[in-house]
C-alpha cells in the first residue's frame, strides 16, 4: 500500500458538468487517467461526445448526457442515468459555469434576466447537481463533491458584479454542504482557479493580470491533478476547502510581484 | 524580471509521481514529520531527513524514518541539525547538493506545540516556541531557496496548524509562531515565484500523534466530542495533501490549504 494509491480512482464513477471543453474536458480526463468512468454533461453534444470518446480511448467508460445547467429537473435525470447505467457516483465535479452574458456592466445598466441567468449557472446549478446525487452518495455512504468557485470569488472588480457574487456564493454553499454530510462520508471541497486561458475566453488578454508571481497563465491540464485529489481518498481530510490555483495572484497583489523595495533598518540597527 | 513569461511545464503522465526529485523533511523525528518523509519515498522522491536536536532519542526518531526511506526503495540522508544554529542549515543543503546535485522539494514539519495562559508565558518559553516553529522555517527556506534558485525549480510546503489561522486560547506564542509562517509562505510566494520556486503552507488540524495533544486523552475526547467536526486528522491525511503539492506543476502558490476536516469552516 503506498501513498499513491490513495490518489486512485479505479471503477469510480465521476460526473463532470461543463465537461464538453476547456477546464471540465481536462479534469474529466484527469479523473479517466486515475482510473474513473466519465459522465460527460453539458448543453452541447457534439462537445461531450468528444470528451466521452477521449475518456473511451484511456479505457474507461463513458457516457454523455446533454445536460442544461440550469435546469433542476436535467440534474435529477443526470443523476438517474448515472445510476441505471453505472450503479453509483463517486465524484460530481460542478464545473458548469458561464463566467458572465456580459461581462462589465455598470450597476444601474444590470439587467435583471440576465442577472438570473447568471446566477442559475453560476451558482444554483452548484445546489442542483449536489442536490441529485447526495442521497445516492449517502446511500453507498462515501463521495466527493467538487464545485468551481473562481479567484473572481476573492477580489472584487469595478462594474462586475454577478460572477463575482455567484462564485463568491459557491465557496460558503461549498462549507455548508461539507458540513452538512459528514455523517455519511460525503465531502465537499471547491476548487478556485485564477487566469486559465481558454479557448471560449475571447477576451483573455484584457480579462486576465498577467502580473502573477508565477509568471504565466496556467494550462488545463494543471487543473487535473488537483481534482483528482480532491476526488480520490487522498483528500480525506479535506473538507470544506477551497483550493486556490492562480499562480500566486491572490496570495500577493497589493503590490506587483515585480515590486522590489530595499528598505535597511534605521541607523544600521542589525 | 522581464516581462517574458515563464516556460510552461509538460504535462506528466503520473501526475503524483516524484521519482528522480530530491526532498528534504525537517523535523522527521516527530510522526508528522516521519509519515511525510514517508509518503514522498513511496511517491519515488529521496528523501534527507533531520530532526530537531541532536539528543540521542531524537537521532534514533530521524534513523528510524531514514530507515523507512530506504525501505520503500529510495535514497535517504540522515542530517544532523542544531535548529538555532543557521550555519548548520546551510550545511545540511550543501550536503544534500553535494550527494545528490539537487534540492527539489523541502518540507517544514516541525511542531513543537506550547499552550499556557498568556501573563504566563515567559520569555524563554516565547524564544523556544519562536525559533523551533518560525524561526528554523525562514531559515530552511532561505538554505534551500539558494539551490533551488540555482536550478530554477523548488516546492516548499510549511506545516502550520489551526491556532496560526484561527484563534486559539493559551496557544498566544505558538499561534504568532504558526501564524508568521502563514505570511512567511505568501511573501516567499511572490518573491521566489519567477525562479520557479512554489511555496505553500499546509494547514494541518490537530493530528493524532501530535505531541502534546494527540497523547493527551483529555484533550483528544474534548476534540472528537465538543469542539470542532473532524478536529483530529491523521498524519497520513496530511502527508497526502504534501505530496499532492510537491508534485505540482507550481501554479498553486502562496496558498495556505487546510487538511482539518472542516473544522474551521464551520460558524
Redesign the interface.
Known sequence: MSVLDDFRLDDQVAIVTGAGRGLGRAMALAFADAGAHVVCAARTVAQIDETAALVEQRGRRALSVPTDAADADAFNALAATTMETFGRIDILLNNAGNYATRNTVPLGDLNDDEWQIDMDVNLTSKMYGARAVVPHMAAAGRGSIINLASIYAFAGRKDWYTYFAAKAAVVNFTRSLALSYTDVNIRANAIAPGPFPVSHFADQASVFNPKLAVPRFGQPWEMGPLAVFLASDASAGVNGETIIIDGGGLAGGVTPPTWRPRIALPGGAA | ?SD??????T?PDQ???LNGRAAWVVGAGRPLGHAIA??LA??GADVALTGLGTDQAERFQVASAANQVWS?GRRNLALELDPSDPENLDACVQQIDAEWGRLDILVNAQDLVFAMPFEETGRAEWDTTIAVNLTSVALSCQAAGKLMARDGFGRIINVVSAPGVRGVANMVAYAAAKGGVVAL??AL???W??QGI?VNAVHA?FYEDQAGIGDNAQYVEELRSALL??AL??S??????V??LA?????????T??????A???T
Open positions: 524580471m517574458r513569461l515563464a516556460d510552461v511545464p504535462r501526475p503524483f509521481r514517508n509518503a513511496e511517491a520503500a509562505t505568501r510566494s511572490q518573491e515565484g519567477a512554489a488540524g467536526p473532524g486528522v491523521k497520513q491525511d496530511i502527508a497526502a495533501l505530496v499532492m508534485a505540482d506543476s507550481g501554479f498553486i502558490s502562496g496558498q490549504i487546510a487538511v482539518d476536516g472542516a474551521s469552516q464551520r
